[in-house]
């Protein structure tokens, strides 16, 4: 939920017509976010979260009892494509090119893809599967895919590989927060995820990876330049929050944020 910061920049983006882009790479929410950007759909992850992911079907913490998601991604897609579909033709056809991340189960190492109108609904439900509130299986050409943010969470060093030079980081962080691994993380990630221990580890793994892409972008190679777009303060919004008011101040934050971009990008 917390990408509903990142969900009013881009607004601003579209409506200014402001796409000096030729690369967007994302993740989990982020990616969905930017899937409708780039498909240039105006309004689309607003209701999203407003209209849809505010309600009970989409988080229940009530199912953990009976072993079911946490989060339904299955009911947000399908409801989804019934009422207000992404215009994948769109995303497709635009001159941007749009890159998902996701993380390999078996390996736990973070996988990045272009996906295309057959395959695009699986390629941005595994990049947010995230292990323990998603229980359903995203598997793609025999890879099973989990949420992107446990193996690259801020992918600007891919970004920079891809050959970009002038980035523009949004986050949903302050801009000097890190991850921390918590005490209670850090002995139930091994026990949640016995089965996979390959996963377990990478998760453990996530605030270290989370740290080493805050300090790449705050001291990038010197060939390259990174606008770093963050909240100002902690933002209302939390994994889970549902609360419109706090959706609505964090939606506004993200507006502001994409107008300074806006304003000051020459």
Known sequence: MRGIFSVGVLDVFLERGFEPFDLAIGVSAGACNLASHVARQPGRNWRSYFNLMTRREFIDVRRAVRRGSIVDLDWLWATLAERDPLDVAALDRSPVEFVVVATAMETGEPVYLRPGPVDMFDVLRGSCALPGLYRGRVSL??????????????????AYRRGARRIVVVRSRPAAAVKKNSFLSSRLTPLLFREYPVLARAMFRTAERYQEAVRWIHAP?????VVHVAPEGEMATSRMTQERGRLERDYAMGRGAGERVVREWA
């Open 141 to 158: 050409d025999g890879v099973s895919l989990v949420d992107g943010g446990v193996s690259d969470p801020i992918p600007v060093a891919e």
């Open 221 to 225: 190679p010197g060939d390259c330049e």
